[in-house]
C-alpha cells in the first residue's frame, strides 16, 4: 500500500507559477508515478508521468511549461508549473503503480494507475 497526499495547490494569476508537491508514505524507486487533474464536469486528464527510469511524458497542452520529478530521499513528487493559464485549472492528483504491474507504458492513463492521493486545488485566474 502507498499513501499519496498532494500539496502546494493554490490560487495564481494567468502566467505565474506553482509547485505541487506529493509526499508518499513508502519509497517509490519501484513505483512509476504521475499527475492527473480533472475539471469540473470533465474526465480525468494525465498531465504528466514518470517512469522508473527516469522517462517522462507530458500531454501536449503542458509540454514546455510543466515539469515532473521525483526526489526519493524525500520520498516525494513534484510538478513544476509555469505560464499558468486559465484551462489548467482543475483538481491536480498524483497516483503511483508498481512497475512490476506492467502497466508503466500508459503514463497518461488515469486506468494503469493504482494508488492516488486526494488532490490539490489549483485556480488560475485571467
Known amino acids: 500500500q502507498v499513501q499519496l497526499v498532494e500539496s502546494g495547490g493554490g490560487s495564481v494569476q494567468a502566467g505565474g507559477s506553482l509547485r505541487l508537491s506529493c509526499a508518499a508514505s513508502?519509497?517509490?524507486?519501484?513505483?512509476?508515478m504521475g499527475w492527473f487533474r480533472q475539471a469540473p464536469g470533465k474526465e480525468r486528464e494525465g498531465v504528466a508521468g514518470?517512469?522508473?527510469?527516469?522517462?517522462?511524458r507530458y500531454t501536449d497542452s503542458v509540454k514546455g511549461r510543466f515539469t515532473i520529478s521525483k526526489d526519493n530521499v524525500k520520498k516525494t513528487l513534484y510538478l513544476q508549473m509555469n505560464s499558468l493559464k486559465p484551462e489548467d485549472t482543475a483538481m491536480y492528483f498524483c497516483?503511483?503503480?508498481?512497475?512490476?504491474?506492467?502497466?508503466?507504458?500508459?503514463?497518461?492513463?488515469?486506468?494503469?494507475?493504482?494508488?492516488w492521493g486526494q488532490g490539490t486545488q489549483v485556480t488560475v485566474s485571467s
Open positions: 497516483a503511483a503503480v508498481p512497475y512490476n504491474s506492467g502497466r508503466c507504458n500508459a503514463l497518461l492513463e488515469a486506468t494503469a494507475f493504482t494508488y
Open positions: 513508502t519509497y517509490t524507486i519501484a513505483y512509476c
Open positions: 514518470l517512469h522508473t527510469d527516469g522517462t517522462t
